[in-house]
């Protein structure tokens, strides 16, 4: 019976340490004399040529008089594609933002002086620049900062209504757009992405005293990656 007694505490006393040394195991599970991880793994880096984004986009106007209300309906589609496979790329965009703004009641001359009338309106600018564009991405990682400038051109819609009339002018104008910007990889082929613009345009309207238009753009969106 002493045996069988020592026998299972020798059994029990095995096994806890048994037991222990499983533990001990488990809470240390990368030993400190290892090699450490590659933490380079983890990080996305940019391996494909093409690039498609679709941004939502406000536009600030900065120098004309004809209305003075941010737009925050507008937004802009770009396809980029990088240059063996680095860290330049170009591309095309396309944009569009619409702006109104109320003006109270005031009396409102012909340019030429033949004629006036005395009433509130509302005024609407309506743009659409497309630009070819080149990008220069500062460094790959998951978190992408860029610079870039645009040039192309941009057409315009000008319109007041006023009482029952509405003036109306469009035109066409040379574009012209530096640009700064964010992109943040969710995987290796989607992300989010941020940037903001300054748009120059040399669209004119004497009818409305516009003698270009410019605004600070900036805009957010996601993007795809093949």
């Known amino acids: 019976m002493k045996k069988i007694v020592i026998l299972c505490l020798l059994g029990i006393g095995h096994f806890v340490q048994a037991q222990t040394q499983t533990t001990s195991t488990l809470t240390t599970p990368w030993p400190s004399d290892g090699p450490q991880p590659d933490r380079d793994i983890y990080t996305y880096t940019r391996t494909a040529d093409d690039q498609f984004v679709f941004n939502w986009e406000m536009a600030i106007p900065s120098n004309n008089a004809f209305l003075s209300e ?3 309906s507008g937004g802009r589609m770009d396809y980029k594609h990088f240059l063996d496979g680095g860290n330049v790329a170009v591309g095309l965009s396309l944009g569009w933002n619409s702006y109104d703004e109320y003006f109270g009641p005031q009396l409102y001359e012909r340019p030429d002086g033949s004629g006036a009338v005395y009433t ?8 659409v620049p497309v630009a070819v564009n080149a990008y220069y991405f500062l460094y ?10 645009g040039i192309g051109t941009q057409y315009s819609e000008q319109e007041s209504f006023f009482n029952i009339y509405v003036v109306n002018e469009d035109n066409w104008g040379f574009l012209v757009k530096p640009e700064i910007g964010l992109q943040v990889e969710v995987n290796s082929t989607f992300g989010i992405a941020t940037y903001m613009t300054y748009n120059y345009a040399t669209n004119e309207n004497d009818y409305f005293n516009i003698d270009s238009l410019a605004s600070i753009n900036i ?3 996601i993007y795809w990656e093949w």
């Open 70 to 72: 941010n737009s925050y």
């Open 120 to 127: 509130d309106m509302v005024r609407h600018i309506y743009t």
């Open 140 to 149: 790959k990682s998951n978190i992408k900062p860029y610079i870039g400038v």
């Open 219 to 221: 805009g957010a969106g």
